[in-house]
Structures are given as C-alpha cells and as structure tokens.
C-alpha cells in the first residue's frame, strides 16, 4: 500500500500553491484554537504543528494541523508530541489535517 502524505523532502521548490495551503493551514490552525481558548481548553504551538483540543466527543474541534508538509524524518516525533498533547485529558477522537491538502482523517 503506497501512502497518500506528501512529505516535506518530496517538495520541489515552494510554489505559489505551496504558499497559499501554508496560509490556508495557518488560518484553520487559528480558527480551531480559537474555538478551544474560547471554551477554555487546551492548545499548543510547535513550529510545524498546532494542536488544539476542545474535549469534544466530536473529532472535529479536536484538532491537529500540519503548518508545513511532514518531513519523514519528523514524523515519530510528532506522533509523539501530538499523543502526548492529546493524552493528559479525557476527550474525544481527534482530527489531523494537512497543509499539503492530501491528508485529513480521523486519529483514534
């Protein structure tokens, strides 16, 4: 089975496209942690990912965003970052989504 993630060293150079799903990442990024500091829930800044979570049984507040494509050589580091975020309190599944807009599903 091949994988759908596009990883940051697969890139070419960024392109205006590139540009746009980075702001566009960063601008969801925001809109879930506002929701989350609103209710005040949890949330948390990495460079490359942002993680808010609302405690909601809905995965859909719950979410993670990549800020940039993965890098492969990160991704165990992050998974472990975003377990860790998401494991000190109870709450519901969660959501990842992507800035290289091939990747959002549901983390159980």
Do not use: T
């Given at each position: 089975m091949t994988?759908?993630?596009?990883?940051?060293?697969?890139?070419?150079?960024?392109?205006?496209?590139?540009d746009w799903l980075a702001r566009t990442a960063r601008n969801a990024a925001g809109f879930w942690e506002h929701?989350?500091?609103?209710?005040?829930r949890y949330w948390v800044h990495?460079?490359?990912?942002?993680?808010?979570?609302?405690q909601s049984p809905s995965p859909i507040p719950n979410t993670t965003t990549l800020l940039q494509p993965l890098q492969s050589a990160r991704v165990a580091t992050l998974v472990a970052c975003v377990d860790g975020?998401?494991?000190?309190?109870?709450?519901?599944?969660?959501m990842l989504w992507s800035c290289a807009g091939r990747l959002a599903h549901p983390c159980t």
């Open positions: 994988s759908s993630v596009a990883f940051a060293d697969e890139w070419p150079q960024r392109s205006q496209r590139d929701m989350a500091r609103a209710k005040g990495w460079d490359d990912i942002w993680a808010a979570d609302a975020f998401y494991a000190q309190r109870l709450g519901g599944s969660r």
